[in-house]
């Protein structure tokens, strides 16, 4: 069976309350067609693990304009204002992460550790309320797996299979999603034919994903 | 020149041939512009490559292709594009020889803020944290003092970036560099006198004997 749908078919499987890992970075390899859909279905009480919230009426900050997103696990809120203000004004809660420990917590709940050890945050406000450990004489901070319900990606190219690749910068956090997310949707910029993508340029393996975003022909646009 | 210029300036002075450099938003950005003849710099932008350079020419610009600040930039050959987990293993794993960083405050233990005001500007740490932990040799490029305020001050006030010591601090009046026993003023400005830098500076600043003028 494919596993491509229709991007209205794709948010229906997502309800209220969901926890979502989204990718992209300033919303550069962000699933944008997957996040216009979420706010005109009206997904609300989202708990979104992104790497920003890019900027107002771009990429997640459409969620956060809408007000679908009840938390935010996010590294960097500095490019958009209006996360920033819901933030100070107590209607969001966000969970500030740097940005190397957000990455290695989604790679952990994906790949099945306990966590990891990081000396990034020891001796900041980030350490509080969190375990030290010394190793060899050095002080590392015990951050913890994260998941989610979903991992919505961008990717390149998806083969009839599932199989990914990305591009340049628009790959950022999507692989390491593609892990941690219970039902993984992709949505590719284009679907080619199995065997396309060569094994050694496969990123993500068509067994992590189960869903992609179909195209239609844009011929003579 | 402009201040910021001056500064984007002298921090450029401190990239040496062959090294892996990590410049953040802003201000840092500029150093890249300056780099001495002869020497050659990889740059690393945290959203996943090395080799970035600017946009080649107008008409050029990918949009899958920028830096950590969202602008396009272009990649040079033998460029190399990865992920966000491999892209802070370079930072946290000592292979990033400088990375230039903003700042708010830096204190005399050599502790830099730069992520947030509490209550009133939240940006987020980014990449900072891992930045300053991480990188071997860590340069603030920041603005003396801020509407007339000290941002180089006795103990940060404001949350810490990272408990490590920056290495070198440059402004647009001084360059200081914090060391074990403080604060080292290193070199004033052109035109800026030693008696300028500490009436800007509400750190104590250790002078030696001989503070050149900058050399630019």
Known sequence: ?221 | MDDKSLIARRVALELKDGMLANLGIGLPTMVAGYLPAGVTVSFQSENGIIGMCPVPADGLVNADLTDAGGSPIGALPGASAFDSAFSFGLIRGGHLDVTVLGGLEVDEAGHLANWMVPGKMVPGMGGAMDLVTGARRVIVAMTHTAKGAAKIVPCCTLPLTALRRVDLVVTELAVIEPTAEGLVLREVAPGVSIAQVIAATSARLIVPEHVPEMVL
Do not use: W
């Not at chain 1, 900050?61 to 809408?66: H, P, T």
């Open chain 1, 1 to 221: 069976m494919s596993k491509a749908v229709s991007v209205t078919r794709a948010v229906e499987m997502v309800p209220d309350g969901a926890s979502l890992l989204i990718g992209g970075f300033m919303g550069v390899g962000s699933p944008h067609r997957v996040i216009a859909e979420l706010v005109r279905q009206g997904r609300k009480d989202l708990t979104v693990i992104a790497n920003d919230s890019a900027r107002p009426g771009f990429g997640i900050g459409q969620l956060i304009d809408a007000r679908l997103v009840r938390k935010l696990v996010t590294s960097h809120i500095g490019t958009n204002p209006e996360t920033q203000r819901q933030m100070i004004a107590g209607e969001t809660e966000v969970d500030l992460v740097p940005q190397g420990t957000l990455a290695e917590r989604i790679r952990a709940g994906g790949f099945g550790l306990g966590g990891v050890l990081t000396p990034t945050g020891v001796g900041t406000v980030v350490a509080e309320g969190k375990r030290t450990i010394e190793v060899d004489g050095k002080v590392f901070l015990l951050e913890e797996p994260l998941k989610a319900d979903f991992a919505l990606l961008f990717c390149r190219r998806a083969d009839y299979l599932g199989n990914l690749d990305y591009f340049l910068t628009a790959r950022n956090f999507n692989p390491l999603m593609a892990t941690a997310g219970g039902t993984v949707i992709a949505e590719p910029n284009e679907i080619v034919p199995t065997g396309v993508i060569p094994p050694d340029e496969v990123v993500t393996p068509h067994v992590l994903v189960d869903h992609f975003i179909e195209k239609g022909a844009s011929h003579g646009r």
